[in-house]
């Protein structure tokens, strides 16, 4: 859900020739990063209040890039980098989206896996707060090392929530100062209709991520063939989550260099357990250099403190409780976010085929800290849905 940095993170997207998913914007319409003292107040998280390219984009664009992958991966899986409309609520839904200066987009990575069964399984995984997609993509190479699981999944879908990540950077401006999950549980379901996913699906989620996934999969239940919890929140901890409201707007997310960053983090205490290579996803994928040449974090602090403010689905027990769905739930047992009661609780809940495991030594962001494990444990599980494949359109 949250690290404990020392000395954060931050992002930059230079003043030069755009990439092609995201606009540069016009020379000279940059400002600091607002600094919010108090979690009540918050201010839009936007370092350049540009929206003329937001409005300018029809509600149905999609730009497609085709990544060229090297080594390891590019034997495993092809990937796409897409930009899709992220979810509008009807009328009667609880949203922050109403009345915003434009639509807001998501940012999509689409690996499908090289040879792979195409009655075979689609993976979607959603991320935790203050992190992004990025951080699958260790596991999902992970995975596909299995000839078992080669067999069984020919797609993964990941994205970064519209608030987080390489989304916060395309909505810059248009995003609102407050979140909903529930905005997030739609972006799930409509990223699944958007690329027009077959069944059967398997959810991932981790954190914040394994929340809103829980929330989609209650919400169209006959979507999922299982969904596969990481520390998911589940539970309204208002004392908990205020105190990490403020603490992330105060955290730094500011720093002169690429090379800053990489010392920052590596003098951080709440960095020290993650595994190497994630810690280098962070540093390479959770900042950005902005056009102040500045490097900040890409998901701005603000947006991850309303984030955690937002909260679960407050029915999101009572609808799991009554759920015939496959869920299964892997927990930390050092974690300091769910506590052993919260995890009993869920864990009561729950029948056959469901299951519940806690990675020994483990804490709550298990994909950072034991990518390897959680990989193994993923694997097996998948493996276990051989049998259960149903098909046809969602």
């Known amino acids: 859900m949250w690290p404990a940095v020392g000395e954060p993170e931050c992002g930059r997207a230079p003043a030069r020739a755009s990439s092609g998913l995201f606009p540069t914007a016009p020379a000279g319409r940059h400002r600091a990063h607002p600094c919010t003292p108090f979690y009540q107040e918050l201010r839009p998280s936007t370092h350049a209040v540009d929206t003329a390219c937001a409005k300018a984009m029809p509600a149905d664009f999609e730009e497609i890039q085709v990544d060229n992958m090297a080594g390891k991966q590019a034997s495993q899986y092809t990937r796409r980098a897409h930009v899709i409309p992220a979810s509008t609520p009807r009328h009667s839904e609880l949203s922050v989206r109403r009345d915003l200066a434009a639509p807001l987009r ?37 995975l596909l090392e299995s000839q078992d699981v080669r067999k069984i999944c020919k797609r993964f879908i990941t994205f970064d929530a519209a608030n987080h990540g390489d989304s916060a950077l395309l909505n810059r401006g248009v995003l ?25 699906v398997l959810g991932i989620g981790h954190s914040f991520g394994g929340g809103a996934l829980c929330h989609a999969a209650m919400m169209s239940p006959g979507t999922f063939l299982s969904t596969i919890f990481v520390e998911p929140i589940l539970f309204r901890m208002k ?37 190497a ?53 892997v927990w930390g047992s050092e974690s300091k976010v769910i506590s052993s009661e919260n995890r009993e609780s869920v864990e009561a809940i729950l029948r056959p085929p469901s299951t519940s495991q806690v990675v020994s030594g483990a804490g709550h962001l298990i994909p950072m800290t034991h990518p390897s494990g959680l990989s193994d444990i993923l694997g097996d599980l998948i493996i276990s849905l051989a049998g259960f494949r149903p098909k046809g359109k969602l």
């Open 277 to 329: 290579m994630q810690l280098q996803v962070y540093i390479d994928q959770g900042t950005f250099l902005d056009y102040d040449s500045k490097v900040r974090l890409k998901t701005p602090k603000e947006q991850e403190a309303a984030t955690y403010l937002a909260a679960p689905h407050p029915e999101i027990l009572n609808l799991l409780k009554q759920s015939h769905g496959r869920h299964h739930f």
């Open 176 to 200: 609102p100062t407050k979140a909903c999950w529930q905005d997030d549980s739609r972006d799930v379901l409509e990223t699944l209709k958007h690329f027009k996913v077959e069944q059967p």
């Open 239 to 275: 004392a908990q989550t205020e105190g990490v409201a403020q603490m992330a707007l105060r955290r730094r997310d500011v720093w002169e260099s690429k090379e800053a960053v990489t010392a920052a983090f590596g003098r951080s205490a709440g960095l020290r357990d993650w595994d």
């Open 106 to 142: 998501l940012s999509v990575h689409d690996y499908h896996v090289i040879d792979a069964d195409p009655q075979g399984i689609t993976v979607i995984l959603t991320h935790g707060t203050s992190f992004n997609k990025h951080f699958w993509e260790l596991i999902i190479a992970s």
